[in-house]
């Protein structure tokens, strides 16, 4: 089936389609003439994308959910993080309605709104409003898909806290800033997306990854620990970093405590440190990348 007809099925444009190919949702084959050919299985994937684009669920969260092993289970997991945004939503427009009716006193309403929005606010909104410019980008690039929950116990309030004060007390170098502010100016969601699905296909085999890419993955550690590229700005940046890391405690105030903030980071966080555990028993010189 071609492109006009597969639109004419399931209701949808040409550059719908072609987008949602761009976007790695659906991959049609090519024909012996070099036109896209769909089959009855993109057929039903481009239908159910379509119900789900009906539904305004984002690209990046259809790619969640049509991924999943367990659609239903994924599906759940974005209805709940729907639920607590209409929740912030309607507590958002209570407030709207309370300083209108308070014609607009800010003395009297600040203190009520204060505590009704704090109570609402996912732990990603916390810290984004908290920090509006570098460091707020920062967090809802790398960690806002585990930050949709709220701080709900004790243990959570006082690691928020905690992060609270690491962020706000930092001093990165200058340098190191201009260098962090331009790459994420550049980088966008759909980018910093397709490296995260990339991590977590590697990730969650680690073993079968290694195997198939053995070859290009030690011509990378031999470049990587070369004097070329130890004479590049990337490696400079690189450096400052770690040392910026290792000065500042990042791991074990920051990460240590978003693991308490958020137990998808923390799954993940496990997932990723074993990984790195099997990689580097098969490439020891990989240690050599973090040395200074």
């Known amino acids: 089936m071609l492109i006009n007809e597969v639109c004419k099925a399931c209701s ?167 260098f962090l502010s331009k790459y994420l100016n550049e980088i966008s969601e759909s980018d910093l997306q397709k490296i995260e699905e990339s991590t977590n296909n590697v990730i969650s085999d680690i073993s079968n990854y290694i195997a198939k890419n053995n070859d290009n993955i030690s011509q990378y550690l031999e470049y990587r620990n070369s004097q070329e590229f130890k004479s590049s700005p990337m490696y400079k940046m690189q450096q400052l970093l770690i040392k910026f890391k290792e000065d500042s405690r990042y791991n074990d105030i920051f990460i240590y405590n978003l693991k308490i903030l958020s137990s998808s980071y923390r799954e993940y966080h496990e997932k990723i440190m074993l990984a790195n555990t099997e990689f580097l028993s098969k490439y020891p010189e990989a240690n050599d990348i973090y040395k200074n």
């Open 12 to 178: 949808v444009t040409k550059k719908a389609v072609e987008y949602y190919e761009k976007q790695g949702l659906i991959k049609p084959k090519l024909n012996n003439n070099n036109y896209r050919c769909y089959d009855n299985n993109d057929l039903t994937l481009l239908k159910e994308i379509a119900m789900l684009r009906k539904l305004n669920i984002s690209i990046a969260d259809i790619k969640t959910i049509i991924t999943s092993d367990d659609r239903p289970k994924a599906l759940s997991d974005y209805k709940i993080k729907k639920e607590l945004q209409i929740e912030q939503l309607k507590t958002q427009y209570d407030c709207l309605n309370y300083l209108l009716d308070n014609e607009y006193n800010v003395d009297k309403a600040i203190d009520t709104i204060n505590r009704r929005l704090d109570e609402n606010m996912v732990i990603q909104d916390k810290l984004t409003h908290s920090f509006p410019g570098y460091y707020g980008r920062y967090l809802s690039l790398h960690f806002g898909r585990f930050l949709n929950g709220k701080i709900d116990s004790d243990e959570k309030v006082l690691a928020y806290y905690r992060i609270i004060q690491f962020l706000d007390n930092i001093d990165i170098p200058e340098e190191l800033e201009e």
